[in-house]
């Protein structure tokens, strides 16, 4: 009795308790000892199948009745990811020195603050408040920012340069994965097992890069009317954690408002940050976000945070910002081996795994080696 995988290779019959309680150590130390290696490759890939979807888009559009050419719609797609970059790259640049000139202010605010609650509150509560602030050695907190900022801009560099060969090899790629398999039967179900891994995560990279734009939109203009230090930046970082499921929403409100209470002497700034941005951002999640999503991915909420604390242990905020794409390969692949179709169910919102039959594109009949 044998199992096949999605490749079509036979899989000597085993229990998958046995193999996966002897495979999951040797992985988790794989995906934590390559991490170094592993996490631009995977950024490039989440990156790449981003810059898919948003060709399927170009090349959805009706310009005078007729839809852009393929590779109009590649090259458009290219610029938006460089300009991404760019942008990305501008926002940071000019960061480290600006935080330095602006340390002073920030700790005599927190001073501030500090005598503030001591006079309202008084007694051990506005001592204990006094011995974290104490504690909190802004000096040592900069100087690790300033140290993941500069780390970020050389995976960057080595992302780019990844992403710009896998552009330029993307038809190359299409045609010779379904290779892997020996078989034609086995090629035809890894095309259909990548066709929706594609699917799957280009739904969910588009619809978050969608709304999280939306949200660094707002949130850019509120920190800019209010007057906010290094609102580019901060807008950035709200739309990179818009990726991140149920925690990333908390942490783009926390740090602009936690910013705004130790800039200025007044209160009003961090309740406009607060409440302005914080309101905008709770109605882009709970109102336009599932209308764009719908039950596409159909995956478990509990299980999308057991994803997030797990990938986020093992590769800290980026792990947390491929942890739900992460969670759909996963889902996609176990729902194509029979020892492994529980897992699938497990990773799923309510057990059904039906979307998975309509949710891809493919065709058994074509011929899975491309001319």
């Known amino acids: 009795m044998s199992d096949s995988d999605p490749t079509g290779m036979s899989v000597a019959s085993s229990p998958s308790w046995f193999l996966i309680l002897m495979s999951a150590p040797v992985v988790v130390g794989f995906l934590w000892f390559g991490r170094d290696f592993l996490i631009p490759l995977a950024v490039t890939g989440l990156i790449f199948i981003l810059s898919s979807a948003i060709v399927d888009r170009i090349c959805s559009l009706r310009v005078f009745g007729r839809s852009p050419p393929r590779w109009l719609a590649n090259i458009l797609a290219g610029f938006i990811v460089i300009f991404a970059f760019l ?16 340390m002073p202010r920030y700790e005599e605010r927190l001073a501030d603050i500090h005598a503030q609650l001591n006079s309202v509150f008084g007694g051990r509560l506005a001592e204990g408040l006094g011995s974290v602030v104490e504690r909190l050695d802004l000096g040592n907190l900069v100087a690790a920012i300033l140290g993941q900022l500069g780390g970020g801009v050389s995976m960057v560099v080595l992302i780019v340069l990844y992403l710009a060969f896998l552009i330029s090899e993307r038809a190359a790629w299409v045609a010779k994965l379904p290779r892997f398999s020996a078989t034609a039967e086995g090629a ?16 969910y990279m588009w619809v978050n890069a969608v709304t999280s734009a939306m949200s660094g939109t707002v949130a850019y203009l509120i920190f800019r009317w209010v007057g906010l230090d290094f609102a580019e930046l901060l807008a950035v970082i709200v739309f990179v954690v818009g990726f991140i499921p149920n925690i990333g929403a908390f942490i783009g409100v926390f740090l602009p408002a936690s910013l705004a209470l130790l800039q200025f002497d007044s209160f009003t700034p961090f309740l406009i940050v607060l409440l302005g941005y914080g309101g905008a951002d709770q109605f882009i999640s709970n109102l336009i976000t599932p209308a764009m999503q719908g039950k596409s991915l159909n995956l478990s909420t509990f299980m999308v945070m057991v994803s997030l604390t797990f990938w986020g ?3 800290g905020g980026i792990g947390a910002f491929l942890s739900t794409p992460m969670m759909v390969v996963a889902l996609v692949v176990c ?4 020892s492994m179709r529980w897992m699938a169910v ?12 309509s949710g891809a594109p493919d065709d058994e009949h074509a011929s899975p080696y491309p001319p």
């Open 335 to 338: 729902a194509e081996i029979p």
């Open 188 to 203: 035809v179900r890894t095309k259909r097992v990548m066709n929706r891994i594609a699917e799957g995560v280009k739904g």
């Open 313 to 315: 242990t093992l590769w």
């Open 346 to 357: 497990l990773l799923s919102s309510d057990g059904d795994l039906g979307f998975l039959e």
């Open 87 to 102: 942008f990305l790259g501008t926002a940071v640049s000019g960061t480290a020195d600006e935080l330095v000139e602006a």
